[in-house]
T-cell receptor, first 111, second 116 residues
Framework: QKEVEQNSGPLSVPEGAIASLNCTYS??????FFWYRQYSGKSPELIMF????GDKEDGRFTAQLNKASQYVSLLIRDSQPSDSATYLC???????????FGAGTRLAVHP | DGGITQSPKYLFRKEGQNVTLSCEQN?????MYWYRQDPGQGLRLIYY???????QKGDIAEGYSVSREKKESFPLTVTSAQKNPTAFYLC???????????????FGSGTQLSVL
């Protein structure tokens, strides 16, 4: 079992719709969860982080965390073509301060 | 401006050759990391260093070596033992300390390594 799993996609949504990206993780001791956006050929950029169960909102982005289910998600409201990228879920693993990444979900927002 | 600088942006390696990827940061961060990314895949940890003169192997360290002689610098050498080195290499750094703000990872712009 991979430590951090994501559906590779592509996830295709129309402009203006809500994009929902999901991630599951295997280490029950994980405490910190991150979403990075990566455009092709570029380095990842942090867009959201969440530590507590529940929802965290930042502009058009909402991160949702359910530690009991070992599940974290990212919602993008009013999706724009500029949101088209690969979204990487990352988890701080155990006590080693290592950030473990999922393989990423490719999002395509079409006009 | 503070940040992480990786060089070169593109690098070509001949068979049997060692090559070194540079990573320099002026963020005064204690921890530095090297990740490898293959097409369509996530980032895999090669090596990381929490402090000067100390580093640990990540999940895919075989065929790679690092040094951490200065806080600002964490070069990665891809040795001839790494038989499949073609990938996008990312260097990252993080401030030390406890609390949410200290867990954010800052990335350089990456080096694309290819084999001739």
């Amino acid at each position: 079992q991979k430590e951090v799993e994501q559906n590779s996609g592509p996830l295709s949504v129309p402009e203006g719709a809500i994009a929902s990206l999901n991630c599951t993780y295997s280490d029950r001791g994980s405490q910190s969860f991150f979403w990075y956006r990566q455009y092709s050929g570029k380095s990842p950029e942090l867009i959201m982080f969440i530590y507590s169960n529940g929802d965290k909102e930042d502009g058009r982005f909402t991160a949702q965390l359910n530690k009991a289910s070992q599940y974290v998600s990212l919602l993008i409201r009013d999706s724009q073509p500029s949101d088209s990228a690969t979204y990487l879920c990352a988890v701080i693993s155990g006590g080693y301060n290592k950030l473990i990444f999922g393989a990423g979900t490719r999002l395509a927002v079409h006009p | 401006d503070g940040g992480i600088t990786q060089s070169p942006k593109y690098l070509f390696r001949k068979e049997g050759q060692n090559v070194t990827l540079s990573c320099e940061q002026n963020l005064n961060h204690d921890a530095m990391y090297w990740y490898r990314q293959d097409p369509g895949q996530g980032l895999r940890l090669i090596y990381y260093s929490q402090i000067v003169n100390d580093f640990q192997k990540g999940d895919i360290a075989e065929g790679y070596s690092v040094s951490r002689e200065k806080k600002e610098s964490f070069p990665l050498t891809v040795t001839s033992a790494q038989k499949n080195p073609t990938a996008f290499y990312l260097c990252a750094s993080r401030d030390s300390g406890t609390g949410e703000e200290y867990e954010k990872l800052f990335f350089g712009s990456g080096t694309q390594l290819s084999v001739l």
